[in-house]
């Protein structure tokens, strides 16, 4: 079948389905459930009001525990059993992955990340987009901070993995070491502070995400509250710390739960940078490692990941709930 005639024929399915169910939808409601008749017409209007919202968000309330719900509890239910599926051995692949040095390393790396890369990301967000505001040149600067944005995490890694390569011909460290008489090192080998420079290629990335919406932030602060505040003899410092941030906290803590989510679900740049080794391995990368030979603990590591996000993803609705409120 052609794509075209393929996907017309899901339009009109699709389209005709979804109207072909409200209108059946509605005729059962009011003709069988609840007919008009003069007795009870009253109540039965009412208890027909109180039902039609619930036929109408079925079908999105179906979707969403098709595709998320179900699979949620599924995993779980798969994590209960080894690896071929036919042994129930309970919270088994949890002890067992508690119990291994490699998920503590893992867990602790992703510690890291949440610290790290979110607060960093934010921070270098914002200065960026109060230092370029008033420029003349600021959209310019904005436009190249904003342009790793566009990168894949693949591709940015590739190309910091030349900036820290050990050759003092190819990466800028080591140049800069050799220009100083010191020895060339492999950054990405050294315990502990190698995460380090790993966590940096995504705060890179995520800069520009941070500045995009601050700066969107800091132009919507009315002008009457720094003036009033120059008057009253502040300075600069005092107008960006205690005047700006605190109108713009909400939107703040909006972008740091964002880029927490993202730093949580981060898997391509390890990858791509070491491939767990030297140490720098995540729960992500850790989860990759079981995924083809451990089936079991891979899906277990992924409901782990999943419990860690759930707290940062309420906060953040109820975050953007009291913005919008």
């Given at each position: 079948?052609?794509?075209?005639?393929?996907?017309?024929?899901?339009?009109?399915?699709?389209?005709?389905?979804?109207?072909?169910?409200?209108?059946?939808s509605?005729?059962?409601?009011?003709?069988?459930i609840?007919?008009?008749?003069?007795?009870?017409?009253?109540?039965?209007?009412?208890?027909?009001?109180?039902?039609?919202?619930?036929?109408?968000?079925f079908?999105?309330?179906?979707?969403?525990?098709?595709?998320?719900?179900?699979?949620?509890?599924?995993?779980f239910?798969?994590?209960?059993?080894?690896?071929?599926?036919d042994?129930?051995?309970?919270?088994?692949?949890?002890?067992t992955?508690?119990?291994?040095?490699?998920?503590?390393?893992?867990?602790?790396?992703?510690m890291?990340?949440?610290?790290f890369?979110?607060?960093?990301?934010?921070?270098?967000?914002?200065?960026?987009?109060?230092?370029?505001?008033k420029?003349?040149?600021?959209?310019?600067?904005?436009?190249?901070?904003?342009?790793?944005?566009?990168?894949?995490?693949?591709?940015?890694?590739?190309?910091?993995?030349?900036?820290?390569?050990?050759?003092?011909?190819?990466?800028?460290?080591?140049?800069?070491?050799?220009?100083?008489?010191l020895?060339?090192?492999?950054?990405?080998q050294?315990?502990?502070?190698?995460?380090?420079?790993?966590?940096?290629?995504?705060?890179?990335?995520?800069?520009g995400?941070?500045?995009?919406i601050?700066?969107?932030?800091?132009?919507?602060?009315?002008?009457?509250?720094?003036?009033?505040?120059?008057?009253?003899?502040?300075?600069?410092?005092?107008?960006?710390?205690?005047?700006?941030?605190?109108?713009?906290?909400?939107?703040?803590?909006?972008?740091?739960?964002t880029?927490?989510?993202?730093?949580l679900?981060?898997f391509?740049?390890?990858?791509?940078?070491?491939?767990?080794?030297?140490?720098?391995e995540i729960?992500p990368?850790?989860?990759?490692?079981?995924?083809?030979?451990?089936?079991?603990?891979?899906?277990?590591?992924?409901?782990?990941?999943m419990?860690?996000?759930?707290?940062v993803?309420i906060?953040?609705?109820?975050?953007?709930?009291?913005?919008?409120?």
């Amino acid at each position: 079948m052609s794509p075209i005639l393929q996907g017309l024929i899901t339009i009109i399915v699709g389209v005709g389905g979804c109207v072909g169910y409200f209108f059946a939808s509605n005729w059962i409601l009011d003709k069988v459930i609840f007919p008009a008749r003069n007795d009870d017409h009253g109540r039965n209007v009412n208890r027909a009001t109180m039902v039609r919202p619930w036929l109408f968000l079925f079908p999105a309330i179906f979707a969403l525990g098709l595709y998320l719900v179900y699979p949620v509890i599924g995993s779980f239910y798969r994590s209960l059993f080894n690896r071929a599926g036919d042994e129930f051995i309970g919270l088994g692949n949890y002890t067992t992955m508690f119990g291994e040095e490699g998920f503590r390393t893992a867990f602790f790396n992703n510690m890291l990340w949440v610290l790290f890369v979110p607060a960093a990301a934010t921070f270098f967000g914002l200065l960026v987009a109060q230092l370029t505001d008033k420029l003349k040149w600021g959209n310019i600067a904005k436009s190249l901070i904003f342009m790793p944005m566009a990168i894949s995490f693949v591709g940015a890694s590739l190309i910091w993995k030349f900036v820290y390569a050990n050759d003092p011909d190819i990466g800028i460290i080591n140049a800069v070491r050799d220009s100083m008489g010191l020895d060339p090192v492999d950054v990405l080998q050294l315990p502990f502070w190698n995460n380090f420079f790993i966590m940096f290629i995504l705060v890179w990335i995520q800069t520009g995400f941070a500045m995009v919406i601050l700066s969107a932030a800091l132009r919507g602060i009315p002008e009457e509250t720094v003036e009033a505040a120059i008057i009253d003899g502040a300075n600069p410092f005092q107008v960006f710390f205690k005047i700006k941030v605190p109108q713009i906290m909400g939107t703040i803590v909006v972008v740091w739960t964002t880029i927490t989510i993202l730093t949580l679900k981060v898997f391509d740049i390890v990858y791509a940078m070491t491939g767990g080794n030297f140490d720098t391995e995540i729960l992500p990368s850790y989860m990759m490692d079981f995924m083809f030979r451990d089936d079991g603990r891979a899906t277990a590591v992924a409901f782990v990941i999943m419990i860690i996000v759930l707290p940062v993803m309420i906060w953040n609705i109820r975050q953007a709930r009291k913005e919008m409120n």
